[in-house]
Each structure stands twice: as C-alpha cells, then as structure tokens.
C-alpha cells in the first residue's frame, strides 16, 4: 500500500543505477535521519525517568506529586507539540523545492504561533489547581502537583521556542541535533533535580515544586544551546532565521493553524483515549493498574523507535513533496514504514517470548508479575498496527493532509475501541484483557484507514498543496 513505482535504470557516471541502488540509498537517508530522532525520544522518556526515581525518593507524596502533575501537563504538552508538527513538512518541502529563502519568514511567523500556544499553556498550568480539585485528587497531594505545575510554567516558553528550531533543523534534515541536545537535557536535569528537588548548594528543599523548576532550566537550557548551534552552523546560514523581527502576519498563521491544529486534536484525543482507558482499570484494583502500567511502559518505550521512524518520514516525503515526485514520496513512505514494521515485530517477539523477564525489570511482586505478563500478549499484537498508523500519520503530515486524519483517530478510538473496550472489560467480564482488546481494534482501524489514505492522496501529486504558504 505504501509502495512506490519501480523506479527505471537512469545511467550514471560509470555504472548504472538501478531500483536496488534507490531503494537502498532511500533506506540509508531515512535511517540517518529516523537514529538521531529515536535517540531524542528516547532521552525524553530518559527525563522523565530521572524525574520518577528523584521523586521516589522524597516519599511517595512527592512521587505522586509529580506523577499527577506530570499527567496534566502531558495532554496540553501534546496538544502544543501537535499544533507545531506543522513546521516539518512545511520547511522540508520548501527545502525540497529549492526555495530555502522561504523557510526564515516562515519560522518567524510560527515563533509568534509558539509564543502564543506557550502563553496559553503556562496560564492554565498556573490556574490547575481547581480542576486537581475537581477531580478528586489526594487533598494532601494537590499542593505540591499544582506548585510543580506553576514552576513548569515559567519553562513553557522556552519549551515551545525550542521545538520550534528543532522542527526547523528537522524539516531540513539535520536530525543530529535533536540527540544532542536531548542528551544535554540528562545531565542538567539530574543537577538541577539534586539542587532543586533536595537543597543543596545552598537552595532550600523544594521537593516535587523543585522538579518543576529544573524542568524549567533543562528547557531554557536546550533553547540557549540549540539557538547558538542554529546561529553558528553553516547548514543554517541561509535560512536567515534571526535576520529580522516581524510583526504576526494572519495569512501565515492561519496556514500553520490549518495544518497543525488538527494534529495537535489528534494527539490530544489518542492521549485522552489511553487516559480513560487507565482510569477504567484504576476501578478494578490496585494489582490490575500496577501490572497495566508496567505493560504500558514496555510498550511505550517501544513505540519510540517507529515515532522517531515516522518523523524522518515526514521530512523525506516533504521533500520529494517540494520536488513534485511522487515515485519518491511513495518510496519514502514505504521504506519508513518497513524499517518501522521491523522494529515492531522485534518488539513484538520480545513480548511473546520473553514476557516475563520484561515485567521483571518493572516489578518483582507476583501478584503484578502476572497481570503485566498477560496483558503483555495483548501488547505485542498491536506492535504492528501502532507501527503501521504511527507512520502513515507521518507520511500524510509530509502531504499536508491533516484533517482527515484526524477525523480517522477520533472515529476509531471513540467509536470503536473505546465502547468494544468498555464492554468486553465490564458486562464481558475481560477487565484490563478487554480494555486492551478495544485499544488493538482501534489501533488496528486507525492504521489501516489512515495507510488507505496515504494511497489515495499520493496518487493525486495535482492535489498536493504548495511548497510554501
């Protein structure tokens, strides 16, 4: 489905070049681009985790502090992160159509973008407390969420200009700096948690409100050292992306709008749909939400690979885009997704064969063991529908086609995954067995429709929206 056409024998300089030579130079790119953007992944998930263990060493108040707080900010994070997935395909196709002068106008006007999703995002964070509230959280908790809350909002600018120039270096291929600088976060993170989180150096022990401040400091400190690295580097020059200050200009925003505010609806409702799906099991027990979490985890850290996958093909697939070739747009989204399908199933082949030395590293207590180790077959069947959706996503973003995406992930995960999961986990008396069920039906939809998709709009280059706004 995703496949392209068999390119024909162009002759080279002394050899001739044929199908194998353009697929594997195709493997190549996206494999240079996709390490760098798994690596970057990967080092997020690596803060969290730093962030997880300092708290859980304060007491379990802070843990949950942080946790609770940590799940707040994540759907207005992903909603954010979202709107500005915009920024790829539109500076990689204008990068594939030679018309690089384009991109720094471009990146000025979504820095105003940025800055008003981060104004938005910061002045919710400040105000959470009513709806921790409101929600019934632990009353003695809900002081220290909504404090961590607050110290996180005064980073959330910084975070937003950040992966604006990260998208930027993104959409033009250059990927390495994503891993550096997402590596950069470790060290500052832990410094600063050891700072902040337990009074050191002279700074009072803030506990889980210290954490929310060095989160603040990892993102400013990421923004200052990815701004001199985009000032400096020769690969930048000509994109002249701090050549002058404009004023917000509608036209422009309104295009970044159209693209990325359906994406950013769509994260937000498959985040929403994992949320439920956690509060359901939170009502059939303790051990059931343990040994959930613990198959979750394995089968999110997994997911990092396809996700990095599916970012590399956006940018290629914007390219060829820009170039106006859809042999190539196909063959790019074709070989991301069987690099993404093979890192799946290897997942997949762990989960199966190996279940319960993969709980293991999460939990030794028998009880979660087991449950953790049951759902864990129910996870490695989804690996390759959450490969195969994750990445014909990232191929419609390259085309620009969003909308109907999304109308794609709110039908399957509302309409399908959620009633089937709800009904084989209560009256069909599965539990946590049910809900999962539900999640790889709703995967399994959203992966298929969205591939059909793919098919259709690449077929149709007449169709495909301008290089540049």
């Known amino acids: 489905m995703f496949g392209g056409q068999r390119a024909g024998r162009v002759p080279g300089p002394g050899r001739v070049r044929g199908p194998e030579s353009v697929l594997g130079r195709?493997?190549?790119?996206?494999?240079?681009?996709?390490?760098?953007?798994v690596g970057g992944q990967l080092a997020q998930m690596g803060l969290n985790f730093v962030d997880t263990v300092m708290a859980g060493n304060l007491g379990?108040?802070?843990?949950?502090?942080?946790?609770?707080?940590?799940?707040?900010?994540?759907?207005?994070?992903?909603?954010?992160?979202?709107?500005?997935?915009?920024?790829?395909?539109?500076?990689?196709?204008?990068?594939?159509?030679?018309?690089?002068?384009?991109?720094?106008?471009?990146?000025?006007?979504?820095?105003?973008?940025?800055?008003?999703?981060?104004a938005v995002t910061a002045l919710a964070l400040w105000n959470a407390r009513p709806l921790l509230e409101l929600v019934e959280v632990e009353p003695e908790i809900v002081p220290l969420a909504a404090g961590y809350l607050r110290?996180?909002?005064?980073?959330?600018?910084?975070?937003?200009?950040?992966?604006?120039?990260?998208?930027?270096?993104?959409?033009?291929?250059?990927?390495?700096?994503?891993?550096?600088?997402?590596?950069?976060?470790?060290?500052?993170?832990?410094?600063?948690?050891?700072?902040?989180?337990?009074?050191?150096?002279?700074?009072?022990?803030?506990?889980?409100?210290?954490?929310?401040h060095a989160t603040a400091v990892v993102w400013t400190a990421q923004l200052v050292a990815m701004?001199?690295?985009?000032?400096?580097?020769?690969?930048?020059?000509?994109?002249?992306?701090?050549?002058?200050?404009?004023?917000?200009?509608?036209?422009?925003?309104?295009?970044?709008?159209?693209?990325?505010?359906?994406?950013?609806?769509?994260?937000?409702?498959?985040?929403?749909?994992?949320?439920?799906?956690?509060?359901?099991i939170g009502s059939l027990g303790t051990v059931a939400v343990a040994g959930h979490?613990?198959?979750?985890?394995?089968?999110?850290?997994?997911?990092?690979?396809?996700?990095?996958?599916?970012?590399?093909?956006?940018v290629r697939v914007g390219h060829a885009v820009g170039r106006r070739d859809p042999s190539a747009v196909r063959r790019a989204a074709g070989v991301?997704?069987?690099?993404?399908?093979?890192?799946?199933?290897?997942?997949?082949?762990?989960?199966?064969?190996?279940?319960?030395?993969?709980?293991g590293f999460y939990t030794n207590d028998p009880a979660v063991l087991a449950v953790a180790v049951d759902l864990l077959f129910f996870a490695a069947l989804f690996q390759l529908s959450d490969g195969l959706q994750v990445c014909a996503a990232g191929a419609l973003r390259g085309v620009k086609d969003t909308r109907v995406p999304m109308a794609i992930v709110v039908v399957a995960y509302w309409l399908v995954g959620l009633p089937l999961g709800l009904?084989?986990?209560?009256?069909?008396?599965?539990?946590?067995?049910?809900?999962?069920?539900?999640?790889?039906?709703?995967?399994?939809?959203?992966?298929?429709?969205?591939?059909?998709?793919?098919?259709?709009?690449?077929a149709h280059p007449e169709r495909w929206p301008a290089a540049a706004p």
């Open 293 to 314: 979490q613990v198959a979750f985890s394995f089968a999110a850290l997994a997911f990092m690979v396809p996700l990095g996958i599916s970012m590399a093909i956006t």
């Open 60 to 118: 379990p108040r802070e843990l949950a502090a942080v946790a609770v707080g940590g799940s707040v900010w994540g759907a207005l994070q992903l909603f954010d992160f979202g709107v500005l997935l915009a920024v790829p395909p539109t500076v990689a196709q204008m990068d594939g159509a030679g018309r690089r002068e384009r991109v720094g106008p471009f990146v000025r006007q979504a820095a105003w973008l940025a800055l008003a999703l981060a």
């Open 227 to 280: 701004t001199i690295y985009v000032r400096r580097h020769r690969r930048y020059r000509d994109l002249a992306l701090f050549a002058r200050l404009e004023p917000p200009a509608r036209r422009r925003l309104a295009e970044v709008l159209r693209l990325g505010l359906p994406v950013g609806l769509m994260l937000f409702v498959e985040a929403s749909i994992f949320t439920v799906v956690a509060l359901a």
């Open 26 to 37: 195709e493997v190549a790119a996206t494999t240079r681009l996709a390490v760098p953007l």
């Open 336 to 359: 991301g997704a069987a690099l993404a399908l093979a890192s799946q199933a290897v997942a997949a082949a762990l989960m199966l064969l190996f279940p319960r030395a993969v709980a």
């Open 423 to 458: 009904g084989l986990a209560f009256p069909g008396g599965l539990g946590p067995r049910g809900l999962w069920i539900g999640l790889i039906a709703a995967l399994t939809v959203v992966g298929l429709l969205l591939a059909v998709r793919f098919h259709r709009v690449s």
């Open 151 to 212: 110290a996180l909002a005064w980073g959330v600018p910084a975070w937003a200009l950040y992966l604006l120039l990260r998208f930027t270096s993104e959409g033009t291929g250059a990927t390495r700096p994503i891993l550096y600088f997402g590596l950069l976060g470790l060290p500052v993170n832990a410094f600063a948690n050891w700072v902040l989180m337990y009074g050191h150096l002279g700074m009072p022990r803030l506990g889980a409100i210290g954490c929310g």
